[in-house]
């Protein structure tokens, strides 16, 4: 309240004339030790405060003042506004000269420095409001492209649901067709054992193929609700290995497996049947992605900074520099999505789940050139385990 | 009875499936062949178009999308040297492309997943409309196809024995569509028959035409079983009795 009192115009007038006197009481208190010197200096100074507090105009109305107080009180003859000496008056009109141009100098200083001031808010402001807007527009792509992913994230879905579906309808009506006999007029269909054996498997097959693409699912989506719960314990690198190998030994059967691990490798403290299922999904890619006949080299050694690091390595056709990221994006395959062939095709959820799992860990997976000059090499790099936790 | 479809010869009917999905491909050979369909298969449109060119098929079951050479591509080779039969197999949310191969010339389409009765009557009344004597070129001046009959050149149109009354482009659109009974024509193709190229983005033509002729040669306009709508791609003309 009182700061707002102080902000008016009319304080300023106030403040001026009071201080005005007020230094003029006291220095003629104290009359006998100053020179006019002084008390000009003095005057000046009080003629700088108004003016940076309150402006030019209060600013010359304190000159005045101060000039006239110097003139009545200080400059002989005292009492009077007429003046004796030459040099006073000289004095006196260098006083209010000085008084004036620093009175307007401090005052025109400080519209500078409030314009400043008001500009640097603007600045201040503007800057707000674009980066609010730049916010609002980058959220509005995020949200775009978010959409855009969803919908690319259910077509993928609804077609690996779908054709597994299509195989089962197609297969099941046709046995149907077959158990039912003539169906409106139309001729029995003549289905040979070989043939209704060969529509069960397949329906066992695509059964079996979408129960695998459901739990890929529901697992991706609680790695993704960050509900993994890992049971670490100490276990063998040999043993999660053979354990991924006896588990694919149907799809390896065509191929040559080479498995190296490093002499003396230390126990690791992880969930093993987590880590069995990423290097069970890695070896069913090398054996999806690389000629039967091929080799599957697995790998295992001790790394930097108490890690241990595994690979799968195979002698396909490798995966593009430019897609070794992509691949572990889930529903993201390589020879779908990619670069086009006729290569069967899986979940496209595998390496999505092995990053998750390998990242629950607290490790990371990557991607390189085969060793070899061909083939693509999947690597894994785990912390070898705290001791003291759990 | 499929093989009245090939009454001129002794063969049974070729098809060649082309499908990227090995199972699929598997139960289609098995479901056709029980039925007496001679059936080869390939695994994408490169070695569809391969076979094709080799086997000369009576009809092309196609997936639409498949790597290298996919259904749409598949449609556009095959049109440019045959006009055999192309039916076309397609999920739930790829009317686009679907749309896009009814105009490109395959002739129906079947929805995934599908029974196998489905796809049969497909094939029969595919095979059935590729055998019979082409209307076009016998020149005649009358057109009979089921509950229709047609007199092109007094433009008198008579439907279960009664005569209708039909402006001009009613006319036209009527005999487009009993020229082509059985197959689905999209919304494009029946534009550009009728009224021209320039028209083929203007549905709503298309649709009060066939409310109109709706309400002239249906027995009950809201339930309508001559012009069937096959939502978002077109009309499907079913003539009745002789066909079905």
């Known amino acids: 309240m009182q700061r707002s009192m102080l902000d008016h115009k009319w304080a300023g007038y106030v403040v001026a004339g009071l201080s005005v006197f007020a230094l003029t009481l006291v220095l003629k208190i104290v009359g006998t030790h100053v020179n006019a010197a002084t008390v000009s200096l003095t005057l000046l100074l009080n003629v700088l405060f108004i003016a940076t507090r309150w402006g030019s105009v209060p600013a010359l109305f304190t000159s005045i003042l101060a000039m006239l107080c110097f003139n009545f009180f200080f400059l002989p003859p005292l009492g009077t506004f007429t003046i004796a000496a030459t040099d006073n008056w000289v004095a006196l009109l260098a006083f209010l000269v000085t008084a004036v141009t620093a009175g307007q100098l401090s005052a025109r200083a400080k519209k500078r420095a409030e314009e400043a001031e008001t500009g640097k808010l603007e600045i201040e402001r503007l800057y707000a409001e674009l980066r609010d807007a730049f916010e609002r527009a980058s959220h509005a792509e995020a949200l775009r492209q978010s959409e855009k992913l969803k919908s690319a994230l259910l077509d993928a879905v609804t077609h690996d649901l779908r054709t597994p579906l299509t195989s089962i309808k197609a297969s099941i009506t046709t046995l149907l067709d077959e158990a039912r006999g003539r169906v409106n007029g139309e001729p029995p269909v003549s289905l040979d054992a070989e043939s209704k054996l060969e529509m069960m498997e397949i329906i066992d097959e695509e059964s079996d193929r979408l129960s695998r693409f459901i739990s890929g699912l529901i697992e991706l989506a609680r790695i993704e609700a960050g509900e993994l719960h890992l049971r670490r314990r100490w276990g ?74 595994m690979a799968v390595e195979d002698e396909g056709r490798g995966i ?20 086009v062939s006729q290569q069967p095709t899986g979940t496209g959820m595998g390496l999505a789940i092995a990053k998750g799992i390998v990242e629950a860990h607290e490790g990371r997976i990557w991607i390189e050139s085969g060793t070899r000059g061909k083939g693509t090499r999947v690597v894994f790099m785990l912390p070898i385990g705290d001791e003291d936790v759990g | 009875m499929h093989r009245e479809e090939k009454s001129d010869m002794n063969d049974p009917a070729k098809i060649l499936v082309v499908d990227d999905e090995p199972q699929l491909t598997r139960v289609l050979r098995t479901g056709l062949k029980s039925r007496g369909y001679d059936v080869r298969a390939a695994a994408d449109g490169l070695a569809g178009f391969e076979a094709f060119s080799d086997w000369h098929p009576d009809l092309v079951i196609t997936d639409l999308a498949m790597p ?3 259904g749409l591509e598949l449609c556009r080779k095959l049109r440019a040297v045959s006009q055999v039969p192309i039916i076309v197999l397609s999920a739930k949310g790829e009317e686009k492309t679907k749309v896009e191969a009814l105009d490109i010339g395959a002739d129906d389409f079947v929805t995934k997943p599908f029974g196998i009765d489905e796809l049969l009557a497909r094939v029969r009344a595919s095979l059935r409309r590729a055998n019979a004597p082409s209307m076009n070129e016998t020149a005649q001046t009358t057109l009979d196809s089921g509950d229709f009959h047609v007199d092109l050149e007094s433009r008198e149109i008579t439907v279960r024995g009664n005569p209708i009354h039909l402006t001009p482009k009613e006319f036209e659109l009527l005999v487009y569509f009993i020229k082509h009974a059985g197959k689905v024509l999209t919304h494009r193709t029946l534009l550009a028959a009728v009224w021209g190229g320039n028209y083929v983005e203007q549905n709503e033509y298309l649709r009060v035409f066939v409310g109109n002729l709706r309400k002239k040669i249906e027995v009950d306009p809201a339930t309508p079983h001559y012009i069937l709508t096959e939502p978002w791609i077109g009309y499907r003309f079913d003539p009745g009795e002789t066909i079905s």
């Not at chain 1, 049947?273 to 295992?300: M, P, Q």
Request: avoid cysteine.
């Open chain 1, 236 to 309: 063998a690198v040999e043993e999660i290995i053979s354990t991924a190998l006896s588990r694919a030994e149907p799809i390896t059967k065509q191929y040559r497996i080479a498995v190296e691990v490093e002499r003396e490798l230390p126990g690791v403290r992880v969930d093993e049947h987590a880590v069995s299922e990423v290097v069970y999904t890695l070896i069913d890619n090398a054996a999806k992605y690389s000629d039967k006949g091929s080799t599957i080299r697995i790998t295992a050694q001790r790394a930097d900074g108490e890690q241990v690091q």
């Open chain 2, 68 to 70: 290298n050479v996919d």
């Open chain 1, 320 to 339: 593009p520099v430019t897609l070794r990221e992509q691949v572990f994006d889930k529903f993201f395959r390589a020879t779908r999505d990619g670069d």
